[in-house]
């Protein structure tokens, strides 16, 4: 299939195109990005200090708010864990069976 410069040469000139859009798009998360943590950071040192305000001129503990980078997905080896502990180690617990074939937890 042949198809004409023309053609061939609008299609290239978009493509280049939308590649710099791309690229400054990327820029410009990289910026908001950075101004989102420095006010999260701005942010909590506010709550913080009008916290310590309160308390010091009118006695009231004010809870603080913070405003902390939200946690990545935790890592699934890391936090499920099906081992068995051991009829030892689970009556110590206060883990038993049930009857029906569920578990009993004592404590």
């Known amino acids: 299939m042949i198809i004409s410069r023309a053609i061939y040469d ?46 010091k001129y009118m006695g009231l503990d004010v809870p603080v708010a913070t405003f902390e980078e939200p946690d990545k997905h935790p890592d699934p080896n890391q936090t499920f864990d099906f081992n068995d502990v051991g009829d030892k180690i689970a009556a110590e617990l206060g883990i038993s069976w049930n009857e029906d074939g569920t578990l009993k937890y004592a404590k």
Do not use: F, Y
């Open 10 to 55: 609008d299609l290239r000139n978009s493509l280049v195109k939308l590649q710099a859009e791309g690229n400054a798009l990327v820029q410009v998360n990289a910026q908001l990005t950075a101004h989102i943590e420095w006010m999260r950071v701005r942010i909590t040192q506010l709550e913080i200090e009008r916290s310590q305000l309160l308390k």
